[in-house]
């Protein structure tokens, strides 16, 4: 029996503690700092490498990391120079979401298809090459900036509000010190995750986030308002394609230049005309496509982040997936992506429900009460014998939860519905 150590405090951490949880060689899940939904948590902050480090020595755990901002930080590389067991890639490994400079450097060199684009650190230079383009762009920044650091233009004013809102107004710190301009691509989003070891990379099952904060993809982004898996806009052929010309060519051109990578290999995908285009890497497990993804697997967990981590997936058979749909409904505090109030106390979590479960993120648990401590509050997911069924089924469970500024989106799934 071992136990597992689960970094983070999100949705996603939810979701991977309980699934871990699950497995028949798993003691103990602890989550650092977790949420007031997590159980047995540690009170580390997701950046005290040493001490998480000390925890797991102490504790005889296997360490799974959620967020992106302890990997990017080089937690895997600190673990394994202590011969602690860690699943993640290693802070070189990482810069494929960690800078999108370096990534999109990358895929160019390696012909993994992508949006032509310019790098700029001069707000000059980059309000010049806007006015000096005729087609549709995108301004990202280069670091983290917790999934908002992306600004999707219509028209050249747009774009000059976010060249300065990055570079000038420096809105996401040094995230924002340097930035890319690249062509719009308008096509379908989906999310396309793979558990790599380094050497194969499997597929998760398929998925689509909704990133906007309102309805029908509406206003600013946002770390993610809702998924669903699987999604028909990834068909068996577009699947094949995405692992062969993207997933695959990935993983192995980052073996060649020497930095392997283990862990979850997540590719915001967009496709056009039938053609997949790879938006950003993450390299971690989505939020809030974990949810979904988690509730739909019918394997042990456990033993595949172990065999990625020893490079070892090929001695396992291929993942097997429940029938059923899964679709995640983000709440969220009302104010977010900006200002939002917190520690409102949140009712109806105790109402049952068998074919739903509440994930929490953005939540504390305080004198036997539950409160709301962030944006993106709870990620209630459902599962559904058709997606149309889930949806019904994970709308139906929001409805029993309650606080005073309670917010969703009312189209999850429905951009699933118009491909049936």
Excluded at 9 to 30: C, I, M, N, P, Y
Excluded at 151 to 159: F, L, R, Y
Excluded at 239 to 265: C, P, S, V, W
Excluded at 368 to 392: P, Q
Aim: proline share 5%.
């Amino acid at each position: 029996m071992v136990n597992i150590l689960v970094v983070g405090s999100g949705g996603r951490e939810h979701a991977l503690s309980w699934k871990l949880s699950q497995s028949s060689k798993v003691d103990k899940v602890f989550t650092a700092p977790g949420n007031g939904g997590t159980k047995n948590n540690v009170p580390i902050p997701v950046e005290n490498i040493k001490e998480l480090a000390d925890f797991a020595s102490k504790n005889q755990c296997f360490t799974v990391v959620g967020p992106e901002a302890p990997l990017a930080n080089g937690i895997v590389d600190y673990f394994e120079s202590k011969n602690l067991g860690i699943f993640g890639p290693s802070k070189n490994g990482a810069q494929l979401e960690s800078s999108k400079i370096w990534a999109k450097q990358f895929m160019k060199r390696n012909n993994i298809p992508t949006a032509k684009f310019e790098i700029f650190d001069n707000p000059k230079e980059a309000s010049s090459y806007v006015e000096s383009v005729d087609h549709p762009i995108v301004v990202k920044a280069d670091g983290l900036a917790a999934g908002k650091g992306v600004i999707v233009c219509n028209g050249k004013d747009e774009a000059f509000s976010a060249i300065d809102t990055i570079l000038v107004k420096k809105t996401f710190g040094d995230a924002g010190n340097k930035i890319i301009i690249e062509e719009r691509i308008d096509g379908i989003e989906a999310s396309y995750i793979a558990l790599s070891d380094g050497n194969v990379a499997v597929p998760m099952a398929s998925s689509q986030d909704h990133k906007r904060i309102y309805d029908d993809d509406k206003g600013p982004n946002t770390g993610g308002m809702g998924a669903y898996s699987p999604t028909p806009i990834i068909d068996e052929s577009m699947a094949k394609k995405i692992q062969t010309d993207i997933i695959d060519k990935t993983i192995h051109a980052m073996k060649k230049e020497g930095n392997i990578f283990r862990g979850f290999l997540y590719a915001g995908i967009m496709i056009k005309n039938k053609e997949p285009f790879v938006l950003e890497y993450n390299v971690r497990m989505g939020d809030p496509e974990c949810q979904p993804i988690t509730m739909r697997m019918d394997f042990d967990l456990y033993d595949y982040l172990h065999a990625a981590s020893a490079g070892d997936l090929n001695s396992l058979p291929t993942p097997s997936w429940k029938k059923q749909s899964a679709v995640c409904i983000v709440l969220a505090s009302q104010g977010y992506p900006e200002s939002y109030p917190k520690g409102e106390e949140i009712s109806g979590l105790d109402a049952d429900d068998n074919n739903s479960y509440v994930f929490h993120a953005g939540t504390n648990f305080v004198n036997g009460k539950i409160l709301t401590n962030g944006g993106r509050v709870l990620g209630v997911t459902a599962l559904g014998d058709s997606l149309k069924n889930a949806i019904g089924n994970a709308y139906s469970a929001t409805e029993k939860i309650s606080w005073p500024h309670k917010y969703c989106r009312k189209d999850i799934g429905k951009k699933g519905l118009a491909y049936l």
